[in-house]
């Protein structure tokens, strides 16, 4: 009996072949829409973060105390071996990058600007997050006389500088002395990140330990990235209590505005994710209404015939999760397609890259795809489905045969 | 054996529209046999079959069908019964338009759940003895009045019920469909052995029938 009340179910679905088509259509549109902005949304956030973790924070820094409160040379940590040795030890570390940070006035003939000279060694920072990913022009390179730097794009934008242009940066060392360095241009780097894009000019790092006066040992900052994303806090402990008297801090506390972010684009995905079901139990729910008052007759006699409540129930049921079901299938196609196009291509707004890049977006916003975006809607699409019937099926219960053989 | 005694069925009651449909009906009808309910519009002929047929309850009074009271059982219990003892042939087919011909004589067989084997060789023997046997595969759609019209008594019989009742079986058809259903329902009443009620106006109904229920006002004259 079960089969045949299926296929009932499944034929009447098609008695009105156009109705049900377009309710599929309806929900395969939606959940592509849906899913494709919550991919972009969520591509967004995981680039933004993923640039900042592999350009700067790693998933754990280590700083002298004191010295992100005042960007001072003063609070950079003067003995970093130890700490180095430590981290390099750890199994759950996989890169380590030493950097020195400081605050001074880059200058070209035209053009001066606050900006950040960070002494990187390129292949730690190589191991670290793929430096030379972010590169947009030229090849970063020290040259024989290690005066090469690489410059944070809105940085050579403000300061017109390009590949093989020169710029003076003058700051005060550790001793207090002020001092310059000369430097030509050998590449422009974006990463999504502002401290980088707006104000950095990386240099090689002994000409930094030289320049800053900070020595062999010395560094403002210590960056690692562990194996595991869900180490973090681990390392993080592990480093706090070996040396306590430093500044170790995880992504998330240094970057509090990406945590905000991530958890905004959350609550956006959560409400698109809300509109779209819910557009979807309307949809089906207009469509099972209308079905069963137009089949008002056609039930009543299955009634008298002796058709159980639970029988008409099942065939309802089947005809709602069907719809859903196929919905879902096109829409997974569908979305599956989309999503594969924006993971690969993106969604490319180079037209609006000036108002983007200002914000720390990139221009070309490339998709996430899980596999969650497909059975949280699946999931979310039964229950409507389920929900939908609730009140034909209501209807169902209250008819009476005799009403309708007699109409 | 159906047995009515004092059957009272009133619509809109106690309100100004009053209609006492059903007046103190007492009435015995013996198993295998072969009756007509007839009278004039109104009087109450659908109104008795479907109390009969426990498709509607009555308002005071006992119907009793082979020893079981069916007056105050719930709508389940009046399903179960309408499944298992009686069978139903409407005045508009009413077939299920989403099953083919077989599915649909089968139907209520396969609610009450028998066998696949038991469906088919009981689909077959009916159908054969209503002359629709090339027509199994058929959509009901794709079937003249008069054929639709054995489908669905093929189907009130496939499960061997112990009464068939059957509201204006013809009065959708033409003569000679009538002629020939109706042949085909004495035929199956005399081998099957199963009690046939119908209600018609249809003078040739009424000749056909071994005994005449005339009612009138809701009134068993005859």
């Known amino acids: 009996m079960f089969k045949l009340v299926l296929k009932m179910a499944w034929f009447n679905l098609w008695r009105r072949s156009r109705r049900s088509a377009l309710v599929i259509l309806m929900i395969a549109?939606?959940?592509?829409a849906m899913l494709a902005i919550e991919g972009l949304y969520d591509g967004m956030v995981k680039t933004m973060r993923e640039s900042t973790i592999r350009s700067d924070s790693g998933e754990v820094s280590v700083y002298g105390e004191k010295f992100r409160l005042y960007d001072s040379l003063d609070y950079a940590m003067k003995e970093t071996?130890?700490?180095?040795?430590?981290?390099?030890?750890?199994p759950r570390v996989r890169a380590v990058a030493v950097r020195i940070a400081q605050t001074g006035l880059a200058s070209t003939a035209r053009k001066s600007s606050i900006a950040r000279l960070v002494g990187i060694d390129l292949d730690a920072e190589e191991r670290f997050g793929q430096l030379s990913e972010?590169?947009?022009e030229g090849n970063i390179t020290w040259g024989r006389r290690q005066n090469g730097c690489a410059v944070g794009k809105q940085l050579a934008k403000e300061m017109h500088l390009e590949v093989g242009h020169r710029l003076v940066f003058s700051s005060q060392n550790v001793q207090g002395?002020?001092?310059s360095v000369s430097l030509y241009v050998t590449a422009i780097v974006q990463t999504s990140n502002l401290l980088i894009d707006n104000q950095t000019i990386y240099i090689a790092l002994p000409r930094s330990r030289s320049f800053s006066g900070l020595g062999d040992a010395g560094a403002t900052q210590v960056a690692l990235r562990t194996r595991l994303p869900a180490d973090t806090e681990a390392v993080a402990a592990t480093l706090k209590a070996t040396f306590p008297a430093l500044d170790v801090e995880t992504w998330k506390q240094l970057y509090p505005v990406l945590v905000q972010m991530q958890e905004m684009m959350r609550i956006f995905n959560s409400i698109t994710f809300a509109i779209v079901m819910l557009v979807v139990l309307i949809g089906i729910f207009g469509v099972m209404l209308v079905s069963i008052l137009e089949r008002t007759r056609e039930f009543g006699i299955l009634i008298a015939l002796g058709t159980s409540q639970k029988q008409l129930r099942l065939q309802v049921t089947f005809e709602a999760l069907a719809l859903g079901i196929l919905g879902f299938a096109l829409g997974a196609l569908f979305s599956y397609g989309a999503l594969w196009y924006l993971v690969h291509y993106g969604l490319d707004l180079r037209e609006y890259a000036a108002g983007l890049e200002a914000f720390g977006y990139n221009a070309v916003i490339f998709a996430d795809i899980k596999l969650h975006y497909f059975t949280n809607t699946f999931f979310a699409i039964v229950a409507a489905a389920l929900v939908s019937v609730l009140l034909p099926l209501y209807r169902l219960k209250k008819l009476h045969p005799i009403e309708v053989i007699q109409s | 054996m159906i047995e009515l005694a004092k059957v009272n069925k009133y619509f809109f009651k106690d309100t100004a529209r009053e209609v006492h449909a059903l007046r103190d009906i007492d009435l015995v009808i013996d198993s295998g046999e072969y009756g007509v309910i007839t009278g004039p519009s109104g009087c109450g002929k659908t109104t008795l079959l479907n109390a009969i047929g426990a498709l509607d309850a009555i308002d005071s009074g006992s119907i009793r069908?082979?020893?079981?009271?069916?007056?105050?059982?719930?709508?389940?219990a009046r399903a179960k019964l309408r499944l298992e003892r009686i069978g139903f042939v409407f005045q508009a087919y009413n077939l299920v338009p989403v099953l083919n011909v077989r599915e649909n004589i089968g139907f209520i067989m396969k609610l009450r759940g028998f066998s696949p084997d038991a469906i088919e060789a009981r689909v077959a023997e009916v159908a054969k003895m209503l002359e629709i046997g090339d027509k199994l595969d058929a959509m009901p759609t794709n079937l003249s009045g008069g054929q639709q019209q054995r489908v669905a008594v093929a189907r009130a019989v496939a499960a061997k019920p112990k009464l068939i009742l059957a509201d204006e079986p013809t009065a959708n058809l033409d003569s000679k469909n009538s002629e020939h259903l109706m042949a085909m329902m004495k035929q199956l009443n005399e081998v099957e052995k199963i009690t046939i009620l119908f209600s018609s106006h249809d003078d040739y109904v009424v000749d056909q029938a071994r005994r005449i229920?005339?009612?009138?006002d809701g009134t068993v004259v005859r």
Do not use: P
Request: aromatic share 2%; glycine share 8%; proline share 0%.
């Open chain 1, 29 to 32: 549109g939606s959940m592509t």
């Open chain 2, 65 to 76: 069908i082979d020893g079981t009271e069916t007056s105050g059982l719930d709508e389940t």
């Open chain 1, 81 to 90: 071996r130890a700490l180095q040795k430590t981290a390099e030890e750890d």
């Open chain 1, 134 to 136: 972010f590169v947009t």
């Open chain 2, 213 to 216: 229920i005339k009612l009138v």
């Open chain 1, 177 to 179: 002395d002020i001092s």
